[in-house]
């Protein structure tokens, strides 16, 4: 992976952190510097961790699945975006109903933004990526995209978030369909 695949994919993973910034940056108690650190570090620390708990179980079975290994990172990739899709969609789904910078509301939103990093360490394990540099990358994306989040959430309310979500499953469903064209084309 390149550069800007590794851009790309943090874009994308980054999206569920940026739709939840947005939604958690128009309550009031998240416009001081404590909560807006608190929101944006978690997200940014969770997704650089949930990329290398997944690649180190990728890593670890990957010479028992080499031969449909690209099939198995296209489906994961696949099944992540198109959660975040239809979780977008979901009329009843709605982020912390409480501070969503403090306590289990910080935490619960800190794995349930970066679940979909999990699967895709798994999944660059599998196509054999060393996971340092991608899980940086995809971990400080995260904290700048929920910053940027927040501010957006603040200003515009929650007028665009669900849409970014949109943006960031199709993202993700983009990235598998070009690992799997990769191994099929080569």
Avoid at 135 to 151: H, N
């Amino acid at each position: 992976m390149n550069f800007f695949d590794i851009l790309f994919l943090a874009v994308g993973l980054a999206m569920d952190a940026f739709a939840v910034s947005v939604s958690a940056g128009a309550k009031k108690e998240i416009r001081s510097f404590r909560p807006v650190f608190r929101l944006s570090f978690h997200f940014g620390l969770f997704q650089f961790m949930m990329p290398i708990i997944g690649w180190l179980v990728g890593f670890y079975i990957q010479s028992y699945i080499e031969n449909f290994d690209h099939w198995i990172a296209f489906g994961l990739l696949a099944f992540i975006g198109g959660r975040m899709i239809y979780s977008s969609l979901d009329k009843d789904n709605d982020t912390a109903k409480n501070n969503p910078s403090k306590g289990m509301n910080l935490i619960i939103l800190s794995v349930a933004t970066s679940i979909d990093a999990l699967a895709v360490g798994f999944s660059l394990a599998i196509v054999k990526v060393d996971i340092w540099y991608p899980s940086l990358l995809i971990g400080i994306i995260t904290a700048i995209i929920s910053l940027i989040g927040l501010e957006v959430g603040y200003r515009l309310g929650l007028k665009f978030g669900k849409k970014m979500e949109i943006a960031g499953g199709v993202v993700l469903i983009l990235i598998g369909l070009k690992i799997l064209l990769e191994h099929l084309l080569s």
